[in-house]
């Protein structure tokens, strides 16, 4: 527990974070990668220079400072930082080096305002900080170390079959070279893949849904072609091997008996993909509708599946928005007020997948039509945010 005076200093250093902005972070990541460059293989560095990382960080400090005296208020995002940490297997003893490192930029840039007094009290916030994180992940690693299937640290996997399944997207059978069975995983859950692609200096991590439901026996990703990690993943052939850390993720089904819709743009279909295989295969016995914006047809993947499932299914519902207007059932961005009389507002549960301004656009949508917003769920990839 920390002292009524520890947490009145920390609280006090909002205004100061604020006022030092972003470049605060900046300054962090430049000054552990260049102590510790061996975090280049652990951290996205990707997100490093669009400067994705750096405004999370900054975030994700000053809400800590503002709500350190009531930390459930931060509950749920540190439980998707948990699960994030995880498929980047990061370990307790990671935590006192971005400490140190956090520490020394503060004193390093703030002289005068981080006094001993400041700099001791957030020593003390940050073992807080960095015990409850530990005491998480450790829980995480070692449930699914102990499940049936489960694993800790990376497995080898076999690219047993690859699908194209649009213009961008290919879907990638992964089953483990040991031949024996892979934990399951929740529908909505993705895995931390780790590669060396030929023109990169660092081993690189991503993160990639999983789109199918939990079978016990492999796991399938889908992957759009559109950075250094995806454009690695679709150059390699079936029977290649890559190291695969095990399903973490909390945007998840929740188990309850109500409609669902599910909502994605491009490649946002990919958890979707396995909670309604999962709805389908447990015969949910409520209304089902899925909805997907892409700029064309020839980006919409799994369509054939898509309409095999509406045709065998007479409460599942397939919607399409296509921007360049040519098929689908409407043109142009998604407007969820184009299908309000079917969709169920009061009751069902809302699932959101894709870019942010797309799941922002539509959250605001969904709010002004009445649908609670504890009804809504959502997954942001890359550093966290909220929409």
């Not at 460059?37 to 994705?52: A, D, R, T, Y």
């Amino acid at each position: 527990m920390l002292s009524e005076k520890t947490i009145e200093i920390v609280k006090s250093t909002v205004p100061l974070l604020a006022e030092a902005g972003p470049q605060v972070t900046e300054y962090f990541y430049d000054r552990m990668f260049s102590y510790n460059p061996e975090l280049k293989n652990i951290f996205n560095m990707s997100h490093q220079q669009s400067g994705h990382q750096q405004f999370a960080l900054f975030n994700a400090l000053a809400a800590y400072a503002a709500n350190i005296d009531n930390l459930t208020v931060l509950k749920d995002a540190l439980a998707r930082i948990n699960h994030k940490h995880t498929s980047y297997h990061i370990l307790p003893e990671h935590y006192p080096i971005v400490g140190g490192h956090l520490i020394a930029t503060l004193k390093e840039l703030l002289p005068e305002q981080f006094t001993p007094e400041v700099e001791y009290a957030w020593r003390e916030a940050y073992a807080l900080l960095a015990d409850v994180c530990i005491t998480e992940e450790m829980a995480l690693y070692n449930k699914t170390k102990q499940a049936q299937g489960g694993w800790f640290g990376t497995r080898l996997f076999t690219i047993s079959h690859k699908q194209i399944e649009s213009e961008h997207i290919c879907s990638f059978t992964l089953t483990p070279c040991d031949g024996k069975a892979v934990v399951s995983h929740l529908p909505g859950q993705y895995l931390g893949i780790k590669v060396k692609p030929e023109n990169s200096d660092n081993t690189q991590i991503r993160q990639y849904s999983i789109s199918q439901q939990s079978n016990g026996e492999n796991y399938r990703i889908s992957v759009k072609q559109e950075g250094l990690v995806s454009y690695h993943l679709h150059s390699l052939r079936e029977g290649e091997v890559i190291e695969v850390y095990p399903p973490a993720g909390d945007f998840v089904l929740r188990e309850i008996d109500s409609p669902v819709v599910l909502i994605s743009a491009g490649v946002g279909q990919t958890p979707m993909m396995a909670m309604l295989e999962t709805l389908l295969s447990k015969q949910h016995n409520q209304p089902i509708h899925y909805l997907h914006a892409c700029d064309s047809e020839a980006q919409f993947a799994f369509h054939e599946y898509l309409s095999k499932q509406q045709q065998a299914h007479p409460a599942f519902n397939c919607v399409t928005w296509f921007k360049d207007g040519k098929g689908g059932d409407f043109a142009g961005l998604m407007d969820v007020n184009h299908i309000t009389d079917n969709l169920p507002i009061s009751e069902g549960d809302f699932y959101l997948c894709g870019p942010i301004a797309f799941m922002a656009m539509i959250k605001e949508q969904l709010l002004s039509l009445g649908v609670a917003s504890e009804r809504i769920h959502y997954e942001v990839f890359g550093p966290h945010q909220t929409l």
